[in-house]
């Protein structure tokens, strides 16, 4: 297979966001971080951070949770499929997405939990979170600390909105009128080795992310990450206690265009496999643009959260056999 190699030596920035996180913070250095975060996001729609909170043991536990389960018989994780999942959450096996317009299926494998809650309401967005049974994997090697990274990765994603919605002028607790009940989803990744893909596939084809901030812990040391710069793929090293964060289409349309989405792929090169985990923050179901105060017209600004899921859904699997993506579509599943 003949890959593309990356050409270019650029580097997404790196922002310490311990002058904005730390509880000795001032004004003056947030407002530093604030503007750094704004210039990388307006620039590459991408940036990679320290000093992000998430403590490094939080990340490994994750990383050897993710592995651990991605271990179990192919028969037990598609018994947990997402695709029979009435809120989405679950397992997808490779070869179950597929963006219009990609030439082959995506490798990668993942499992998704979300912000849980009791009742499926409304059916394909909210509701409980599926688990393996504690006696294929016991809980203090799969749920505990999923579910602890989760917690981590979701304060992260506010505190990094609220970055955000500054770098545009606006006080940081605007969040608030989009963040009752948000949805926020979190994908845990395995790329299988290089040798173990088809010829041609990619471990996750080209795609922008279509809702909010993206937070993403890499492996360290299991690169493949590449970022579209003006037409040139920009390799994004997988290193040790660095996040990647990056916005997506929605907050490039609700910010009018300052902030960038920008395209990326993985294609894992190396012999092991690549373990990685994105958080997808996004809002309410209901939101639209917070910074038109509902005065905005056109369809771009009255879609709302739920309808971005529900089109990003359909075009990923949009090659599905018909029957199975009817069915999922009546049920109001979408996926990342
Ligand atoms: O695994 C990665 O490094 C990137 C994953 C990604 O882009 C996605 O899941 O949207
Ligand atoms: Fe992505």
Redesign the pocket.
Known sequence: MIIAMPSTNLILPLIDLAPYLSPDATPSSKATVIAQVRAAVAEFGFFQAINHGIPLASQHALIEAIRTLMKIPKEEKLAMSFLKNPCRRGYEGSGDTFRTGDKMHDAKEAFYIGRPSEKIEPPGFHGPNIWPSPELVPEPEFRDPVWSYYQNTNKLGREIWQLLIQGLGHPGDLLSRFTKKPVVMM?M?R?PPFSATLSGQY??GA?T?FGGV?V?L?ESGRD??EVEYKGEWIPVPALENVLVINAGDMIASWSGGVYQSAK?R?INKGEVERI?C?TFWHGDLDATNPFIDGKGEGKAEEETVADLLVKRFKSQFSLMKGKQTEEVLKGGLFA?
């Open positions: 994908k990744i790329y471990g996750i795609h992310d993206t993403l890499q493949g990450l990326h993985v990685s994105a990342h």
